[in-house]
């Protein structure tokens, strides 16, 4: 698996070339998995709560593959790659694969060739692969777009009434997990209402499919799964963003955790959206590798490669303007037609 991962990283055209020939293998034996993305900003807890989860799914018989990916310096180039050091009991289990990965000035928080490194691990035949991002805070949108659940992890005591409306990644998220919960309770309370308000308004104005949980909550479609008297009431058909407290630490809340997410993929599953998901992220996994293709073939015509350095040079001396530049270089790779919006 490693290396499989490791070949497809490769951006020798060589190893590229093996590795479209092995995930084209690798396709038919993968979609049995269930994806879950982790977001959170640094010091939320996300390796913590990560190896008390993976090992409570251990615990209940699946296999679990965990994608790690770290910030890289953008000084140094250099990445420190230490998740599995930080989940030193997860890592020592045989049910268990952690593969670090270094971002490598990819933003979104995740790693280019994170979709991948999923295909190997489904592949692989495990069961849960989670996706953790590098916490870097509000721009951690491109794991929503590769997996099947978005969790959001936030802090009891971190400016809850801003953080709670925040848009971007909140609009996105599935499940909002309220971390460290044991250290301040009373907040851990606070923040989940808080939280929970913000996502219902953010349900009515933001996001459409949110709009249609809205919908379908005022028509008695959505349960509320904590209330008592829901017994009674007519099963939920679209999925409405939950917040739940825990601590990763001291293993609390996992099962509560863990029957939401059991929840969600059930839900989903039977409206079809799941499948929906997998396919928009199949599509946009093929156009985001067009765009990194074309970069690619741009910087590498010999023509561009001739004008560029003065081209680039006439840019910083302000005697062209980077629109222009963009477009005479452009031009000069045969793709005139696309400059146009530069």
Known sequence: MAKAITLLESTRPDHRAQGDELLTALLPHTGKALRLGISGVPGVGKSTFIEALGLYLIEQGLRVAVLAVDPSSTVSGGSILGDKTRMERLSLHDSAYIRPSPSSGTLGGVAEKTR?????????????????TVGVGQSETAVAGMTDMFVLLQLPNAGDDLQAIKKGVMELADLVVINKADIDPAAATRARAQIQSALRLLGMHGNPQRSAHAL????GHGVDPHDPHAAGKQAPTFWQPEVIQISGLKGQGLDTFWSAVTRFRDLQ???GRLG???QQQSLAWMWERIDAGLKQAFRQHSGVRQALAETTAAVERGQLPPSTAARRLLALAGLADLGQGA
């Open 276 to 278: 929906a998901r997998r």
């Open 269 to 271: 599953t039977a409206n």
């Open 216 to 219: 379908g909550a005022s028509h």
């Open 116 to 132: 991948e490194a999923m295909v190997v691990c489904e592949a692989a035949g495990y069961d849960v692969v989670l996706v953790e």
